[in-house]
């Protein structure tokens, strides 16, 4: 069975919106990435640190759409991994500033996990992963993930 290269990784998300500065009030705005370049109204990129972007986003089929209706295939969320409880609990305390509606919160054992949707409905996750030897393994040493309820306001509490 042919495996990927462990070093593999998922390098950006490009989005279709509806909307390019709402969807850029959002990701800027809440979120917190930056611009790094536009293509005039229509699409935008945008990254954290000098990273050339994370995030794309466009109207060229979708300017003035509606999100997909429930039911539909297309992509369930996308994860944004932050490096330290205290940065997740800082874009979280953000996101509730800007009364955004979480989805849900869990704690997976292996990362904590924040729940919303973008101005599209484009489901997004915002986590941090535990260092692998914190992971919970069952008796044999398998990953064993589970799925308890997050304490938003203590992960909040701690960012400062």
């Known amino acids: 069975m042919f495996k990927t290269h462990p070093e593999t990784r998922v390098g950006h998300v490009h989005l279709k919106v509806a909307d390019l500065d709402r969807a850029i009030a959002f990701y800027q705005g809440v979120l ?3 611009v790094t370049q536009t293509y005039g109204n229509q699409a935008a990129f945008l990254g954290a640190g000098e990273y050339h972007h994370h995030i794309g986003l466009n109207t060229w089929e979708s300017r003035g759409g509606t999100p997909p209706p429930p039911g539909a295939t297309g992509l369930y969320h996308a994860a944004f991994l932050y490096p330290s409880r205290a ?14 509606t979480l989805d849900g919160a869990a704690d997976h054992g292996v990362s904590e996990a924040i729940y919303l949707r973008d101005p599209d409905q484009n489901g997004v996750e915002l986590y941090r992963d535990r ?6 393994r069952d008796a ?11 304490d ?4 909040v509490a701690e960012a400062g």
Do not use: S
């Open 152 to 155: 938003i306001a203590a992960l």
């Open 87 to 100: 940065a997740l609990g800082t874009v979280v305390a953000r996101v509730l500033a800007a009364g955004i």
């Open 32 to 34: 917190g990435f930056h």
């Open 131 to 136: 260092a692998p030897d914190d992971w919970p």
């Open 140 to 150: 044999g040493g398998r990953l064993a993930m589970v799925n308890h309820p997050l």
